[in-house]
């Protein structure tokens, strides 16, 4: 039996560590609505309609395949990730996407579940679009306050995906309200992996010599900075790895 990949079929998307986990824990309806409200708050329009498309694709695989245990789970999460477009839309989804009479039962206990798990996504979002708003013009408090609230080991993988698919505006906001800026007025991001590993991406003094500089690597370098961690704090002591965006010589980093 093939296994998929959530990044093969799904490499988009910003996915939290929820998705990854409900396949490997007994099934709970109110836990997988959980997971997905909070991938549904991630993503921009023109995401969900590719959700939709390669989560209706990806069910009919599996469904082929009949899949057993882990699959099993899978095609579960995968069958909800497209039953949410349609909640989504308001709609009810076609017959195609609901090919027994217990997958009308299913959708409508999911649909209960991730609407109530969906206003709490929705009031944390207005929360963080509004620290995103006083950190990006370098409100100190309002910058600490975001870095403990957002989940920073997916937030690379967030960044990628806003700056790739039609959430530029976010991506920007975003990558400046979380820089650093050091004594001569560059902004920078640490990074850490799960080894230890550190990295260091130095941009522009300006706004927008920041956001545009870390734009065009993370497009022309999707894989560069996969399994790092965005660093709440500036990194204080090791040898991070420069990565100088300005075209400009820089000196190592001093931590």
Do not use: C
């Amino acid at each position: 039996m093939q296994r998929f990949d959530n990044k093969k079929f799904f490499p988009e998307l910003f996915l939290p560590e929820g998705i990854t986990a409900v396949q490997k824990e007994p099934f709970n309806e109110a836990t997988v609505a959980k997971a997905l409200a909070e991938l549904s708050g991630s993503l921009n329009e023109k995401q969900l309609e590719n959700l939709e498309i390669k989560s209706k694709r990806l069910a009919g695989t599996i469904r082929d395949q009949d899949p057993k245990d882990r699959d099993s789970r899978l095609l579960v999460l995968i069958e909800r990730s497209e039953w949410l477009s349609f909640i989504l839309k308001g709609e009810t989804p076609p017959s195609e996407s609901l090919p027994q009479a217990k997958d009308e039962r299913a959708f409508n206990a999911f649909k209960k579940e991730f609407l109530g798990a969906l206003k709490e996504v929705n009031k944390k979002n207005k929360e963080i679009l509004a620290l995103i708003e006083e950190a990006k013009n370098g409100n100190e408090t309002a910058k600490k306050t975001l870095r403990q609230k957002l989940d920073m080991k997916s937030m690379p993988d967030f960044l990628k995906a806003q700056n790739a698919f039609d959430g530029k505006a976010l991506f920007e906001k975003t990558a400046e309200a979380l820089a650093h800026i050091d004594k001569e007025g560059h902004r920078y991001h640490d990074f850490r992996d799960k080894d230890g590993k550190l990295a260091r991406v130095v941009a522009g003094k300006t706004a927008s010599e920041h956001v545009n500089q870390l734009s065009d690597f993370l497009r022309k370098n999707p894989e560069r900075l996969s399994g790092y961690s965005l660093a709440a704090r500036p990194i204080a002591s090791g040898r991070p790895e420069l990565i100088n965006l300005t075209g400009k010589p820089l000196p190592p980093p001093k931590t």
